[in-house]
Structures are given as C-alpha cells and as structure tokens.
C-alpha cells in the first residue's frame, strides 16, 4: 500500500469504521449513565433544578482566578483543541460533508497559535505528572495513553500543515488515522468526559437547585 492508497483509506474505510465505533461508543456510554437513575429525593424539592444545572455546568467550566496555577495548562489545551478543531476550514469542510452545513473558518495564524498553545499546554500537563509527586502517583497507565492519543492528532495536523517532514500525502493520512485512533478511544476512557462533563455537572446542579442549596 502506497502513501496514497493509504490515504484513500484513511478518508474512507478508515474513517467510517472509526465513526461507527466513536457512535456505537458514545451511546453505549449514555445508556451507562442513564440506566443509573436517580437518587430518592429525601428533602424537600423547592424547584424544578433546571436553573441550578444550568447554573453549575457555566460555573464549573470557568475556573477561579486561585486555580490557574494548577489547571490554567490544562484549560488553555482544551480550549485550544476546541478553537482547532472546530474552527479550521479544512475541518470545518470535512464537518459540512457529514453535517450539510458550515460555519465562518478563523484565519489560519489564528489556528497556528492556538496550535502552538495545545501543543505548550499539553507537554507542560505531561511534564507536571513527572515532576509533582501527588500527581505522579495518582497517574495510571491509562492516563499516559490518554495523553498520547490525544496528542497525536494535534502535534501531526500541525506537522503536516506546515509540511515539517515527510511526505505530504503520508503525514495527512498519518493525521487523519490518528484522528481515528482518537475517535475510537474517546468513548471507552477519560475522554469520555469531552460529552458526560455536562451531564454530571448538570445532575450535580440540579439535585442542589431542588433543595435550594444552590
């Protein structure tokens, strides 16, 4: 198989495989997490909840000025994952074939900064297991492969775009295939969090709205 054929592959076998999989995953998940059900409501329910998940998810997902220290890396790559994957036209394309609708690309030195940002942050999160004891005996094995599987999408993409090594065809089915791997994994590990952070946080938010503690 040459660099073109595999290619071909990447974008076509390959990547309907991966969706179905990521899918299949992602549903199976939710099944998980629903088929749980609630807890008995003990105290007195003084409102519906929806606010207060609401209110959680917007809460928790912007950290306070005395945690950066701790987590402001890891903020900075999700955001900048987000900010790449979803706003690069290559991308954007690629989501319009499956979705029939696009949206405004951000031009590409934006992206190319928040690349550089993601791949930064990244390596710095991965640094601070090694050198922090707390976080160093807390990491699993698990963790570093989460790392890893979601490094290799970004660190290619953004090889493969500025044309470092290789062959160009080469490097972009490499990227894409990392993709693949990516979408594969997602729902069978940490990364789940990428869809169930809002579920949890929602569940957490309204069971307090209801009490009025919240």
């Not at 945690?67 to 994952?81: D, E, K, P």
């Not at 775009?161 to 080469?170: K, P, Q």
């Not at 490097?171 to 990428?194: C, G, N, R, W, Y």
Request: proline share 4%; hydrophobic share 50%.
């Amino acid at each position: 198989m040459n660099e073109v054929e595999l290619l071909n592959w990447a974008r076509g076998p390959g990547l309907v495989g991966a969706s179905f999989i990521m899918v299949f995953g992602i549903i199976l998940r939710l099944f998980e997490i629903f088929s749980l059900g609630k807890a008995k409501e003990y105290a007195e329910v003084r409102s519906s909840g929806a606010m207060g998940g609401i209110k959680t998810i917007i809460q928790r997902s912007i950290p306070e000025p005395r945690y950066w220290r701790y987590i402001g890396a890891a903020y900075l790559f999700h955001v900048g994952l987000f900010v790449v994957i979803f706003f690069f036209m290559p991308h954007i394309l690629m989501f319009e074939s499956v979705l029939g609708f696009s949206w405004p690309a951000l031009p590409n030195f934006i992206i190319d900064i928040f690349s550089v940002l993601t791949i930064g942050g990244m390596i710095y999160t991965l640094m601070s297991r090694f050198t922090n004891p707390s976080r160093r005996i807390m990491t699993v094995f698990s963790d570093y492969l989460v790392w890893a599987v979601t490094f290799l999408p970004v660190i290619t993409g953004y090889m493969t775009f500025h044309r470092f090594v290789g062959d160009y065809t080469c490097m972009l089915a490499i990227h894409i295939l990392s993709v693949e791997l990516l979408m594969i994994v997602l729902p069978f590990s940490k990364l789940s969090h990428s869809f169930s952070f809002a579920i949890s946080r929602w569940y957490t938010g309204s069971a307090f709205g209801k009490r009025g503690t919240l």
